[in-house]
């Protein structure tokens, strides 16, 4: 095994008077390609504590996680919305969607359009978070609750009532932005 720096295999002594407990072997990454060598991080024994990812977050990113969690009622509900609804007009799985039933359309809809935005939601929401976890938190919140007002709204069956849901939109590019921030900040740009 090969030092990243010096290129010369380096001697590991790994007993607890050098204060190391341990070692952790990464492999090459893709670009050392040519190398099929590893390469060794020790961690002293006083780092590890200092090192878990919870400490280094800040305090309000609690606010971030509970955001999180209401997003995965906001899925539950949704997708309880969509069971009760099959049930109602009897579309069998795995039908998506009815050719007799608008409404039971409208509550799929709801439920599959919020899935849609969902994996975008969230890595705007825990990224944003690093830096600005109170701005994320609050806008966060602002898009679960538009969409259970979108999901009521289409859920009538008349599908321009999910328009109710809009003000989720600007809170959207709100988390988008400050993702934006966040990423320039990182490298030092701003």
């Known amino acids: 095994m090969q030092s990243a720096v010096s290129g010369q295999r380096p001697e590991c002594s790994c007993n607890q008077s050098s204060g190391v407990t341990g070692a ?19 961690i002293p024994n006083s780092q590890i504590d200092k090192m878990a990812v919870l400490s280094v977050l800040p305090k309000e990113y609690g606010c971030v996680i509970f955001t999180g969690l209401s997003s995965c009622v906001l899925l539950g509900y949704l997708t309880i919305k969509v069971k009760n609804a099959r049930k109602e007009y009897g579309v069998e799985y795995p039908a998506m969607y009815s050719d007799e039933h608008n409404v039971f359309n409208c509550v799929q809809r709801a439920h599959q359009n919020t899935l849609e935005y969902y994996p975008s939601f969230l890595f705007f929401l825990m990224v944003s978070g690093l830096r600005h976890p109170r ?13 259970f ?33 966040t990423a320039l900040a990182q490298l030092e740009v701003v």
């Open 149 to 181: 007002v979108y999901a009521h709204g289409y859920s009538t069956g008349d599908p321009k009532k999910r328009n109710r849901g809009a003000f989720g939109v600007p809170a959207i590019l709100g988390l988008m932005g400050l993702t934006a921030y």
């Open 24 to 42: 952790v072997f990464i492999s090459s990454l893709s670009c050392f390609a040519e190398s099929d060598q590893d390469f060794i991080v020790l």
């Open 135 to 147: 701005a994320a938190s609050s806008l966060g919140c602002v898009w679960v609750l538009s969409r």
